[in-house]
């Protein structure tokens, strides 16, 4: 009797572990699907410093955005170009800068609908990004190990959404 309790058991813990395992890729795959859905569009920040974002869904695990801003409200100065992808059920975040050397990859450490903290995989600044969205808005996260010298954005739709 006692076998069959234990082999049950096994069973049990057994296939509560693959539905985990299985949940697990779906989960950065939802997060991807909301991120993606609320960042996609044309942006620009509040406040006194114009910073604009360009997201655009290349396929259902890439997303393409452009960080810039305006030089004399007519000049594209482009700062930074960010590749946000699902690899082998992990979320991943590429930063490329206008330099062939200026590339950094970043690894989702935390996902959810909402909130997606993405950590530098190598040395160097910044090593958090965050992005929190809304319905409406979202924002940009950016600072050392320390969280100090952070850079934060408050980002809304350039033509409404």
Known sequence: MFSKIHIIGKAVLI????????????????????????????????????????WRLKNDTVLE????????????????????????????????????AEKQIF?????????????NQAPGYPHFIIFLTDDKKWQYFQSNQRKHRTVAFDMKPINGR
Not at 20 to 35: I, K
Not at 83 to 96: G, Q
């Open 107 to 119: 690894k989702a450490d935390r996902t959810g609908k909402r909130k997606v903290v993405f950590v």
């Open 65 to 100: 955005g452009t960080w810039y801003n305006l030089q004399d409200k007519k000049d594209t100065l482009l700062l930074k170009r960010f590749l946000m992808f699902v690899k082998k059920d992990t979320l991943f975040l590429k930063v490329l800068g206008d330099k062939v």
């Open 15 to 54: 296939v509560a572990a693959l539905f985990f395992l299985g949940s697990c890729g779906s989960n950065v795959q939802d997060s991807f699907a909301t991120l993606s859905e609320s960042l996609k569009g044309d942006w620009v920040s509040e406040g006194n410093v114009k910073v604009y974002f360009k």
